[in-house]
């Protein structure tokens, strides 16, 4: 075995990449550590190409529960489809990686990355980042550069890198950087409401330690020395033939159809006028292969028009596709509480994307569990986002979230947990569901400013709301444009989709994808900044429809009402074989639930039925307090006295000498079932007693 190791020191902590032991008929295989975190990542190409128009690229993250010491739940006991967790890996693995090959690399290529060992000292993400691009460098497989991330955060204000799960924690920034030589290509992470400057300070400390593995990749290749297979560069565009569409007003036309303002109607512009053009080229020709060749030159080479066109346009004039300005939000309008038996419903509306949006209310049993390697625990809050086909005007397939979805979700889900209260502000599990009915650019966004203002809606009582936006970039020679609030197609067509989310007072989440090898501190800060104002246009907006939780309820959302009782009173709700707690649900049509500490919930969503049963509950807890008086009840007849229900759940024995202030040698004919009787509660030999001769002369007040 020709075994190969480097080690580099990243957060304080050693680094090692090691080839050449395991997996070796892959085109590429590393094992990387650090502490007691060990990964496996292998890389393998197809021996030919594949007749795709994209890059051909697939990772796959797997956690195995032997790696944490643990056996898999269930019946098969074996690890499943791939959990939230693993898919989000994959994807964050995938786009740094992805900008790294040529657009025209049309090779099958597949990245696996198995984890061996878990220690939450050190999560297995951003090692499974590094070790692909590790995997590539001492490949066969070309690859442009290699590319590095870490994990940054800020805990009492120092930053740290690739932190401890405890200390994660406890962090207000938790960012994912990656990046090449070059620069910054790939960031995603949350913030406790952080403000712009740090986010970038974070950035640029991560660019730094991010450099280090780079050269760790580097020296790990130079020992390998592998031979990179030979991949062919398409032709260059036919010149003859751009020369003849031109002469058919191509350009002119282009700029007349790229200057219509609705998506489908642009779209259908852009595409009626290139088969005219084609048209107009191949017309009077007459031998099919020819007619072949030019056509398929023709849009190769209008496309690459469309491209140049709409960036030199907003580089140029500042104009964009829709006629925005580079800085200006497209129109918003929202409407909350438009479902009825929705507990918190909203649609919102910018621009040609739309999203419906609900907030629905549940009890501590509706909780997800989820059982992560980095998360175990009960979420309170959770978001689901899905995009169905006929948000695009598309006929697809319906089956399970893909990973888009899930990615998109768990962004808004990351934008609005710093604001969600805390379990003892709020005693609800919630779960937002958004289905996007249109898309043009930022359904995600639309998501975001969707799910405060449903559970707004839901009176659910957020600590700030939360917006988000898209923003883009232009990049023509050294001239950068910053574009707010993007289009399907300026995403598409442009050099930078950079997400943010955040609250009047700062940024709660934030992803950032470039095809750039790199962006500039001041342009990234403009965007930021442009972004910042974006941001708070919408809040602005969003305030005018609903600026706070609502303080009434759905009528259908279930009603909590809470009692702490003492811990020994537990089993006394609950019962014998939990006889009195079925009793209680069962009479009352309620869910009563009891934790250990003595918290006792009554859910329902009919407030008399709560009200009867916390009652029930009370009298059950209650305890007869010396001195007072009682009008309770007789349940029981005996020889020596009568047994007396001083309130629902408490008894007490009236014995015969507590009767009357004169002897009484039987109650027979004095006292029946179901009669009432005052009394007063009387320190006795063994405890607290009833009386009723003790109450006389008094009221019951």
């Known amino acids: 075995m020709n075994v190969q190791t480097v080690s580099i020191e990243v957060g304080g902590r050693p680094l090692t990449i090691e080839t050449g032991k395991l997996a070796k008929q892959a085109n590429g295989s590393v094992v990387i550590r650090q502490d007691d975190s060990m990964i496996l990542v292998t890389a393998c190409a197809s021996k030919n190409d594949v007749p795709f128009d994209f890059l051909p690229l697939t990772v796959v993250y797997q956690d195995r529960t032997a790696a944490s010491g643990s056996i898999p739940g269930g019946f098969l006991k074996r690890e499943g489809r791939p959990n939230e967790r693993e898919t989000l890996i994959s994807r964050l693995i995938d786009r740094p990686i992805r900008p790294q090959f040529p657009k025209y690399f049309r090779r099958e290529m597949q990245v696996i990355a198995t984890v061996m060992s878990y220690d939450p000292a050190s999560d297995t993400d951003v090692l499974a980042m590094c070790a692909t691009a590790a995997a590539f460098a001492v490949s066969d497989i070309p690859m442009t550069d290699p590319i590095a991330g870490v994990r940054i955060i800020r805990l009492n204000g120092e930053f740290l890198i690739n932190p401890s799960l405890d200390q994660l924690a406890e962090s207000d920034i938790n960012l994912v950087v990656a990046g090449s030589r070059a620069g910054i290509s790939m960031v995603e992470g949350a913030a406790s ?13 991560a660019f730094t330690e991010i450099q280090k593995i780079i050269d760790g990749i580097e020296e790990l290749a130079a020992k390998v020395n592998p031979t990179k297979f030979e991949i062919n560069a398409p032709a260059d565009l036919n010149e003859e033939v751009k020369g003849k569409l031109m002469e058919l007003g191509a350009q002119e036309k282009l700029n007349d159809a790229m200057g219509i303002s609705g998506k489908f109607e642009r779209n259908s512009g852009l595409k009626n006028t290139r088969n005219e053009l084609v048209e107009g080229l191949v017309a009077g020709l007459d031998d099919e292969d020819t007619i072949a060749s030019m056509t398929k030159d023709a849009k190769k080479i209008w496309s690459k028009m469309v491209s140049e066109t709409m960036r030199r346009n907003v580089v140029e004039s500042g104009i964009r596709i829709d006629g925005r300005q580079t800085d200006e939000i497209r129109h918003i309008w929202m409407e909350v509480g438009m479902a009825p038996r929705v507990h918190g419903s909203t649609i919102f509306t910018r621009g040609e994307t739309q999203a419906f949006v609900t907030a629905t209310l549940g009890t501590e049993r509706d909780a997800q569990h989820v059982d992560f390697a ?55 599990v919630v779960r937002c569901s958004s289905d996007v009915l249109e898309s043009n650019g930022s359904s995600s966004m639309a998501t975001v400013c969707g799910a405060t203002l449903s559970m707004y809606d839901a ?18 020679d050294d001239n950068y444009v910053v574009l707010s609030d993007i289009l399907g197609d300026e995403d598409a067509l442009g050099d930078m989709d950079f997400k943010v989310t955040g609250t009047p007072n700062g940024i709660t989440a934030f992803q950032m994808d470039t095809k750039l090898s790199s962006i500039p501190r001041e342009v990234m800060m403009k965007a930021m900044t442009q972004a910042k104002d974006g941001r708070m246009h919408i809040l602005g907006k969003m305030a005018e429809v609903i600026d706070g939780p609502r303080q009434d309820l759905s009528p259908f959302a279930p009603r909590i009402t809470s009692i702490k009782v003492k811990p020994d009173k537990i089993r006394d709700i609950i019962g014998k074989g939990g006889v009195v707690i079925k009793a209680i649900q069962a009479t009352c049509d309620v869910r009563v639930s009891v934790d250990d500490s003595g918290q006792v ?101």
């Open 601 to 701: 919930d009554v859910v329902s969503t009919n407030a008399d039925n709560a009200k009867r049963a916390m009652e029930w509950i009370e009298g059950i807890v209650r305890e007869p307090e010396l001195g007072e008086l009682y009008l309770s009840k007789v349940i029981g007849l005996k020889d020596f006295g009568v047994i007396v229900e001083l309130f629902p759940g408490n008894e007490m024995l009236l014995h015969i000498s507590e009767w009357d202030n004169k002897r009484t040698d039987s109650l027979n004919g004095l006292v029946s079932i179901d009669d009432e009787v005052l009394i007063k509660v009387v320190k006795g030999r063994k405890g607290p007693t009833a009386s009723r001769k003790a109450a006389f002369g008094e009221t019951l007040s």
């Open 374 to 428: 980095d998360e175990k625990e009960d979420r309170r809050w959770m978001l689901q986002y899905n995009f169905p086909p006929y948000s695009t005007g598309e006929v697809r397939r319906m089956t399970g979230p893909k990973r888009r979805e899930i990615g998109h979700g768990k962004l808004a889900h990351r934008a609005l947990q710093p604001v969600f209260p805390t379990a003892e502000e709020y005693k609800y």
């Open 459 to 476: 009176g659910v009582p957020l600590k700030a709301p939360v917006a988000g936006i898209a923003m883009g970039l232009i990049k023509v």
């Open 193 to 205: 409401e952080a403000p712009e400057e740090a986010m970038m300070e974070a950035m640029e400390l």
